[in-house]
């Protein structure tokens, strides 16, 4: 048991309230419960809520991160939560949990993974991101604004502990392959990537070599769960999450939430097949409702105290985001209004986990060949 404290998001979409609007309030009391059987045990310390239909576990212990208690932990919370979205009959109940039986560990078994392990600083500041109608692709434009980009981040240029850059490890979901790059130097290179969110996502950011910090502990890391290729087939949107560290030496708070003041466009919304606007909102305006989104992110801030999560402070909860809330439903409306046209619907390589290469399976045999 080491003395560093690790930081654990794990979610999962167990049913929906109605259809993919919302978490029922007794699939979180449930998870609640669960939890609270494991503080001062397993568990330092935990905070349980919802983006949209996302149930979402925050957990702080010492077990270090892919722990197989903690991961059992989570998957038996899901199973009990699943239980009650089955009783009242909620909409895809059991959805995530893709696997009939937990075995070690919940990464490729349906649920989404955030983890930290990190020696906690004299003053720890952690913001935790999820986002409901979307995949992991989403974060990688913020990510790069926060840690790479000195117009949205100006500790990059005026603090000295940031000015030599970060190191970000970016997969590639499609080929399951990894790649380091250094920012500063290897900006273009990177952008050359991760500007293909489909495929190429940012994993974990980490402080460079030879700065204030270990650059062994990630700062940043993201969930890349993608759940068609678990399910083989269209099962929901991976709906990610994120945890980001900040502040002496990293990004500020304000930095690490400015990208959000742009509602890029994001795949997913409505059966995860459109792009469309990431709204930053409150915890409690995450309800996907027009056209079953538009995809939405929320920001939860902790100071971490021994493990302890003081909070959380609801950091979109927050007049300053007005103004991308409103740019997110204009842009919404207009991407509506090209109704089933790309570039509002995905591209067909994209659409391939959908359900519509089963509409397109029926036209196979009418096609006639050109001469
Ligand atoms: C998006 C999502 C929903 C569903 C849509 C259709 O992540 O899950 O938009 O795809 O509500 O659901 P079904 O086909 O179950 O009626
Ligand atoms: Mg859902
Ligand atoms: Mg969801």
Known sequence: MGE??????????????????????????????????????????????????????????RKGVDCQEIHHLAWNTFEKATKVAKELKLYGAGQDLLAEAFSGNVRGMGPGVAELEFEERKAEPIIAFMMDKTDPGAFNLPMYKIFADPFNTI???????????????????????????????????????????????????YPKVGGKLPSDEAVATISTE??????????GKDDPVALVRAQSGLPAVGEVLEPFAFPHLVAGWMRGSHNGPIMPVSQKNA????????????????????????????????PAYDLARRKAQRVADYMRRHGPFEPHRLPCEDMEYTTLPKVLRELEKRFQKLD
């Open 4 to 61: 560093k404290i690790t930081v654990s998001l794990i979610k999962a979409d167990v049913g929906g309230w109605p259809g993919h609007a919302l978490v029922h309030p007794d699939l979180i009391q449930t998870a609640k419960k669960e939890l609270e059987k494991e503080k001062g045990k397993l568990l330092i310390d935990f905070h349980v809520t919802n983006c949209g239909d996302d149930l979402e576990l925050l957990m702080t212990h």
């Open 155 to 205: 500790g990059l240029v005026i603090d000295p502990n940031a000015v030599s850059g970060f190191r970000f490890e970016i997969w590639d979901i499609l080929e399951s392959k990894r790649v380091f790059m250094d920012c500063p130097e290897e900006l273009y290179k990177m952008l050359a990537l991760i500007g293909a969110k489909s495929r190429y996502v940012i994993k974990r950011v």
């Open 226 to 235: 993608k759940l068609y290729q678990i399910a083989g087939e269209y099962v």
């Open 287 to 318: 309800v996907c409702t027009r056209f079953d989104g538009p995809p939405r992110v929320i920001a939860l801030g902790f100071q971490i105290a021994n493990g302890k999560l003081v909070g959380p402070v609801d950091l979109f909860d927050d």
